[in-house]
Antibody, heavy 118, light 111 residues
Framework: QVQLVQSGAEVRKPGASVKLSCEASGYTFNDFFMHWLRQAPGQGLEWMGIINPSGGGTSYAQGFRGRVIMTRDTATRTLYLELDSLKFEDTAVYYC???????????WGQGTLLTVSS | QSLLTQPPSVSGAPGQRVTISCTGSTSNIGAGYDVHWYQQFPGTAPKLLIYGNTNRPSGVPDRFSGSKSATSASLAITGLQAEDEANYYCQSHDRSLGASVFGGGTKVTVL
């Protein structure tokens, strides 16, 4: 069965950077675009961007351009999200999700809590 | 401010029918993009509930149904059950942003 397993919780200071991971299994890795989304405490869902596991091409939401990098390692079937210049408002649960067509998200990771605190 | 507008909360007694609206614009739902719905319980990841406006993934009970018209969409829950108490989010694609967009979420309370 499809599984997306994300890395554990992180704590960072403002201005620092963080790299989160998402290991995929149970399907052909290159066949589905992958997405990163986040959810601030008590808030709704926010789409951050997309990566094509096959070629590595990416597209980022406007609010994250210049501060986010999405990469993948096809050998380990792992996706990575790097977020720089962290702010208090980046505190959120970050999810990886598998995208289908244009686009809905049929499988989600369990989420990684990132806390930005001084 | 979400591009898709949902009511913050809806409630109903067990067995009743409730609906959740999702209002967009000519840049997203009205541009012909599909609407999808997710169910989320506190502390857990969202789960796909409805895709392509009206389709249910395998395992989703048929008491959940979706519809779309013009610049809006709706999720209906018939025969409301206690286990349906959760947050529900609509999602579509926005042509101007070139991005997936979500509604702010609706909390369903079973009275």
């Amino acid at each position: 069965q499809v599984q997306l397993v994300q890395s554990g919780a992180e704590v960072r200071k403002p201005g620092a950077s963080v790299k989160l991971s998402c290991e995929a299994s149970g399907y052909t890795f290159n066949d589905f675009f992958m997405h990163w989304l986040r959810q601030a405490p008590g808030q709704g869902l926010e789409w951050m961007g997309i990566i094509n596991p096959s070629g590595g091409g990416t597209s980022y939401a406007q609010g994250f351009r210049g501060r986010v990098i999405m990469t993948r390692d096809t050998a380990t079937r792992t996706l990575y999200l790097e977020l720089d210049s962290l702010k208090f408002e980046d505190t959120a649960v970050y999810y990886c999700a598998r995208g289908v067509e244009l686009y809905y998200f049929d499988h989600w990771g369990q989420g990684t809590l990132l806390t930005v605190s001084s | 401010q979400s591009l898709l507008t949902q009511p913050p909360s809806v409630s109903g007694a067990p067995g009743q029918r409730v609906t959740i609206s999702c209002t967009g614009s000519t840049s997203n739902i009205g541009a012909g993009y599909d609407v999808h719905w997710y169910q989320q319980f506190p502390g857990t990841a969202p789960k796909l509930l409805i895709y392509g406006n009206t389709n249910r993934p395998s395992g989703v009970p048929d008491r959940f149904s979706g519809s779309k018209s013009a610049t809006s969409a709706s999720l209906a829950i018939t025969g409301l059950q206690a286990e349906d108490e959760a947050n529900y989010y609509c999602q579509s694609h926005d042509r101007s942003l070139g991005a997936s967009v979500f509604g702010g979420g609706t909390k369903v309370t079973v009275l």
